[in-house]
């Protein structure tokens, strides 16, 4: 475990780290992409805050030839090393297109900062929820529709054709 001179004794540093993967990613690539993100972090003496899973998204540009890709967030404590080693890990992997970290704070009291993940929410991070495109064309349902015990009124999901609107001039106020 690394130490900075400039460091308190007993702290350690806040990072955020958001990272890119492919969007043919399966759940199982995903997880193993977080176990070995959330190994480093606990190694090297880190503690996870948060994890959450943005789903699939468009890019702004194209990133390794990829238009879209699915967006991991992570926010964690560490030392000095920690994002060094993490970074150099996503870049070993093929399904990672692009990763970035920010620093959020420094001299952070590790106890002072509850971890907001647990094993339910880990796991959770893995699943990605269609994107945008897929809903709108159909080719995918909404996650609340997923459940097979409900009914489901396929008119509700039908798309809506818009009527003409009716345009209404304004009156004269009355003196």
């Known amino acids: 475990m690394a130490l900075s001179m400039r460091d308190e004794p007993g702290t350690q540093r806040e990072y ?47 990133i390794k030839k990829q238009l879209k890709g699915i967006y991991l967030y992570w926010q964690y404590l560490g030392t000095s090393g920690v994002v060094e080693e993490i970074e150099r890990n996503l870049r070993m992997l093929d399904s990672v297109i692009r990763y970035y970290t920010v620093k959020v704070d420094e001299d952070v009291d590790p106890n002072a900062r509850p971890s ?38 396929e008119e509700f999901l039908a798309p809506v054709e818009e009527e003409a609107a009716v345009v209404v001039p304004p009156t004269k106020p009355e003196a």
Request: charged content about 35%; proline content about 4%; cysteine-free.
């Open 116 to 153: 907001a993940v647990d094993e339910e929410t880990f796991n959770k991070a893995a699943t990605t929820v269609p994107d945008e495109e897929e809903l709108a064309t159909g080719a995918a349902r909404p996650a609340w529709a997923a459940d097979e015990d409900e009914d489901i009124d």
């Open 16 to 62: 955020e780290t958001v990272f890119i993967l492919r969007p043919e990613t399966n759940q199982d690539g995903i997880q193993s992409v977080n176990t070995r993100v959330r190994g480093v972090i606990d190694g090297m003496g880190g503690k996870l805050l948060k994890l959450d899973n943005w789903g699939k998204r468009k890019l702004a540009y194209e």
